[in-house]
T-cell receptor, first 115, second 111 residues
Framework: DAGVIQSPRHEVTEMGQEVTLRCKLI?????LFWYRQTMMRGLELLIY????????DSGMPEDRFSAKMPNASFSTLKIQPSEPRDSAVYFC?????????????FGNGTRLTVT | GQQVMQIPQYQHVQEGEDFTTYCNSS?????IQWYKQRPGGHPVFLIQ?????EVKKQKRLTFQFGEAKKNSSLHITATQTTDVGTYFC???????????FGKGTHLIIQP
């Protein structure tokens, strides 16, 4: 069974450009999480969805960030316009939410560099 | 989930020595999860602890949840080079709540 699939693996872009990160969930999972990882801040939860509905987006840094889940198996995270401080590794993770906490399955991440 | 603090931030050990990382919270945790991230990789789920005083083992790894459910530890016996990586504890409120991760402990092993 395929794991969480993220694309692209690497993205280098110039400040001001739009960036779109993509994520395909594990089949049957109903929760989707976007995390950002930097040396300074560690792993930060940006937003998560349950059954395609955004539940908590309080971690989204600012209005330049937006995330969508157009169907049960796919999500995008968009940054427009991008800035150098957005440079980080962005992880998508999915789980089957039940009871008291569910293990997250992470994708390989997208390493974003904004120059 | 609630904020969790991890110590130490970095740990250098000689291969064959033991290693322990600690995860602490000021409030009671409903559960704790542990993840391992290899250099250049992504976090991989190791285990979840739910019950007060719970102890679970995976080969050379021993996980413990405190009696008050405010702290947890991961102990590795006789480290090997394959244990290199960052170990994270994480907490959620349960159900579909997002996990809040600690800053992690970076384990560096010298052969």
């Amino acid at each position: 069974d395929a794991g969480v699939i993220q694309s692209p693996r690497h993205e280098v872009t110039e400040m001001g450009q739009e960036v779109t990160l993509r994520c395909k969930l594990i089949s049957g999972h109903n929760s989707l999480f976007w995390y950002r990882q930097t040396m300074m801040r560690g792993l930060e939860l940006l937003i998560y969805f349950n059954n395609n509905v955004p539940i908590d987006d309080s971690g989204m840094p600012e209005d330049r960030f937006s995330a969508k889940m157009p169907n049960a198996s796919f999500s995008t995270l968009k940054i427009q316009p991008s800035e150098p401080r957005d440079s980080a590794v962005y992880f998508c993770a999915s789980s089957f939410a039940r009871g008291r906490g569910s293990p997250l399955h992470f994708g390989n991440g997208t390493r974003l560099t904004v120059t | 989930g609630q904020q969790v603090m991890q110590i130490p931030q970095y740990q250098h050990v000689q291969e064959g020595e033991d290693f322990t990382t600690y995860c602490n919270s000021s409030t009671t945790l409903s559960n704790i999860q542990w993840y391992k991230q290899r250099p250049g990789g992504h976090p991989v789920f190791l285990i979840q602890l739910v019950k007060s005083g719970e102890v679970k083992k995976q080969k050379r790894l021993t996980f413990q949840f405190g009696e008050a459910k405010k702290n947890s530890s991961l102990h590795i016996t006789a480290t090997q080079t394959t244990d290199v990586g960052t170990y994270f504890c994480a907490n959620s409120g349960g159900g579909a709540d997002g996990l809040t991760f600690g800053k992690g402990t970076h384990l560096i092993i010298q052969p």
